[in-house]
Antibody, heavy 119, light 110 residues
Framework: QVQLQESGPGLVKPSETLSLTCAVSGYSISSGYYWGWIRQPPGKGLEWIGN???????YYNPSLMSRVTISVDTSKNQFSLRLSSVTAADTAVYYCARRGLGSWYFDPWGRGTLVTVSS | QSALTQPASVSGSPGQSITISCTGTSSDVGAYNYVSWYQHHPGKAPKLMIYDVSKGPSGISNRFSGSKSGNTASLTISGLQAEDEADYYCSSYTRSSTVVFGGGTKLTVL
């Protein structure tokens, strides 16, 4: 059974860089699939951030592209998110998920981690 | 990219059927059969309920079904149960090689 677990600081200061990691268990990232990040600001809907393949190929949300970097570490079986120059608008629950093979759905998801941007 | 449009809330009584709509454009919902639906209980991981418009993942009750007509996709839940009360989100692949989600629909089981 594939499981994903997000981790990282719960509080980030404005203008700094948000960094999160998603640890994958029950499946080897290097075996395939795309892996992604999605977020949900308080009281709002879901927003796709981007996907990465084990080879490093990426797709990003154009609205975040200038600030986002998603990377993969196959040796640790995890992938990471970096979001630079954060503001209060980046406060959200951040989820990691596996993208469906040959399709564009996400399954499974991690339980999410709340990141608050505040000084 | 604009979010897909979903009703903010729907409700139904146990045993009834409800339908949640998800309206996009010819650049997303109308362009591909890559519409998926997620059930989200607050504090838990979102759960895939339908993918590729109408396919049900293994382990998901067949009370959940999906369809699409033009730029609008729909999720129907039949035989409503108390445990179905949750937030539901649709998503679609887009012509820009991105993913867009709906704003979410809160389902209340009366």
């Amino acid at each position: 059974q594939v499981q994903l677990q997000e981790s990282g600081p719960g509080l980030v200061k404005p203008s700094e860089t948000l960094s999160l990691t998603c640890a994958v268990s029950g499946y080897s990232i290097s075996s395939g699939y795309y892996w992604g990040w999605i977020r949900q600001p308080p009281g709002k809907g879901l927003e796709w951030i981007g996907n990465i393949y084990h080879s490093g190929s990426t797709y990003y949300n154009p609205s975040l592209m200038s600030r986002v970097t998603i990377s993969v570490d196959t040796s640790k079986n995890q992938f990471s998110l970096r979001l630079s120059s954060v503001t209060a608008a980046d406060t959200a629950v951040y989820y990691c998920a596996r993208r469906g093979l040959g399709s564009w759905y996400f399954d499974p998801w991690g339980r999410g981690t709340l990141v608050t941007v505040s000084s | 990219q604009s979010a897909l449009t979903q009703p903010a809330s729907v409700s139904g009584s146990p045993g009834q059927s409800i339908t949640i709509s998800c309206t996009g454009t010819s650049s997303d919902v109308g362009a591909y059969n890559y519409v998926s639906w997620y059930q989200h209980h607050p504090g838990k991981a979102p759960k895939l309920m339908i993918y590729d418009v109408s396919k049900g993942p293994s382990g998901i009750s067949n009370r959940f079904s999906g369809s699409k007509s033009g730029n609008t996709a729909s999720l129907t839940i039949s035989g409503l149960q108390a445990e179905d009360e949750a937030d539901y989100y649709c998503s679609s692949y887009t012509r820009s090689s991105t993913v867009v989600f709906g704003g979410g629909t809160k389902l209340t089981v009366l």
